[in-house]
């Protein structure tokens, strides 16, 4: 997805990187203010090193073509290929808008 105009299009595209292995996608939507210290090759391995099964969206809060961030809770399904387990991984997203580019700012605690 070139363009992705809305907070959720841009998280499905992240998760269809993340199964396709596409770690050039994810570096270019995460914002770089907060991409110091990531480890790309980890990223890496631990998308080849998963067999994902799928994407549940839990909720949005903004996000919209209009908005300048916007908030996407999501479960993604995986097996570790590594250790065999399946595994839950359970977030809430927010994400920022910067001109027309949306990008991934980084994670916000699960409100219970």
């Known amino acids: 997805m070139q363009n992705p105009k809305t907070a ?15 770690i050039d996608f994810i570096k270019n939507t995460h914002d770089p203010k907060t991409a110091f210290g ?20 839990i909720s949005t809060f903004k996000g ?9 809770e999501f479960k993604a399904k995986y097996i570790d290929l590594i250790t065999n387990e399946e595994v839950i991984h359970h977030e809430r997203s927010y994400f920022v808008k910067k001109g027309k580019q949306w990008y991934y700012k980084g994670w916000l605690p699960i409100l219970k």
């Open 8 to 22: 959720l299009e841009l998280m499905k595209a992240r998760y269809n990187a993340y199964v396709q292995g596409d």
């Open 38 to 57: 990531i480890d790309w090759n980890e990223v890496k391995e631990w998308s080849k090193n998963s067999k994902w099964l799928g994407l549940e969206i």
């Open 64 to 72: 919209g073509i209009s908005d300048s961030d916007g908030i996407v």
